[in-house]
């Protein structure tokens, strides 16, 4: 029920909810901080169980939610622990005018968890705006809606047979968690979100926490260079891709894929694979926004012979 993941950090499932008429699995994290208290993440239903497992590991001294769309036991734990703090996006207190909130989240983390867990404020997307949270001492990042590794198991369980073959092809699934196509659609001004995104792969997260999805317990620094695809540095080198860098072919223009300098001989079948492996499949609806090849290539303050994210 309650299941430990590095040092002074759990998580636990919840049931099933409903959001636009499919099915999502729910899970929440509980982390201990520094003074004993407990730090719990997007709550998911709460039960006396679940609640007396959090009495025995310590005083309840604050509650999160990461983004509007995750506020429905809110209010069950707030009253469970009414001494807690709780803590949420501006957008999520203006929905939520019922309960009692410490404050609005952002960037900076407040001086009771700073220094133990740093969080990412992503405002890019009109839909929804998110924080990304990151347990050092774990090294584990959690993240809500940006990030969905479904499995298959759980697909065929629960969403539709037509939707299947899109989750898959979305890239919403184990191995890859993709952010929702909403979500990749509204996604604007990326160059605000690639240095947190940066950030947080530079701290070397070895575990990602999702609310909806299955957890990554290991390499976790490799799967968010694959999620966030649409924003994060993939540093690629000639040795990397065994392209001879002399001289360039244009490849689909019209597809919203511009020119690539460097790449004869194999280089052509190498960004297929790319392209294959979701590394440059940003869709066009992404408008001016929309990553050139080099941007994905590199980026500046990220060195040249980085490791491939593939």
């Not at 707030?78 to 952002?106: H, M, N, V, Y």
């Not at 960037?107 to 929804?128: H, L, V």
């Not at 490799?222 to 860098?245: D, E, Q, Y």
């Amino acid at each position: 029920m309650l299941e430990p993941l590095g040092s002074d950090l759990w998580f636990a499932d919840g049931g099933v909810v409903s959001f636009k008429g499919f099915d999502y699995p729910t899970r929440m994290v509980v982390v201990r901080l520094a003074d004993g208290g407990l730090w719990l993440w997007s709550p998911v239903e709460r039960t006396a169980a679940l609640e007396g497992k959090f009495r025995a590991l310590g005083p309840v001294r604050h509650i999160i939610s990461p983004n509007k769309l995750h506020f429905l036991f809110l209010g069950q734990w707030q009253t469970a622990f009414p001494d807690a703090s709780l803590w949420a996006t501006a957008a999520t207190i203006a929905k939520c005018r019922e309960l009692r909130f410490s404050g609005a989240l952002a960037d900076d983390p407040p001086a009771e968890w700073k220094g133990q867990i740093d969080q990412f404020y992503f405002t890019n997307s009109f839909f929804m705006n998110e924080l990304i949270f990151f347990h050092r001492a774990s090294r584990t990042a959690i993240i809500a809606d940006l990030s969905q590794t479904f499995s298959e198991t759980f697909l065929k369980r629960h969403w539709p047979w037509w939707m299947r073959p899109i989750a898959k092809l979305s890239k919403m699934v184990e191995g890859w968690g993709h952010p929702p196509i909403d979500y990749r659609i509204s996604f604007r001004n990326r160059a605000s979100a690639r240095p947190k995104i940066r950030e947080l792969i530079g701290k070397h997260p070895e575990h990602v926490v999702v609310a909806h999805g299955e957890v990554v317990r290991t390499d976790g620094e490799a799967f968010l260079r694959r999620a966030f695809f649409m924003a994060a540095p993939v540093v690629l080198t000639s040795a990397t891709l065994s392209i001879r860098p002399t001289s360039a072919i244009g490849i689909g223009s019209k597809s919203g894929t511009r020119r690539c300098p460097g790449m004869v001989g194999n280089g052509l079948a190498d960004f297929r694979r790319l392209r294959r492996e979701s590394c440059l499949t940003a869709p066009r609806s992404f408008g001016r926004e929309a990553p050139t090849f080099r941007s994905f290539i590199h980026l500046p303050g990220v060195p040249e012979g980085g490791r491939s994210a593939h």
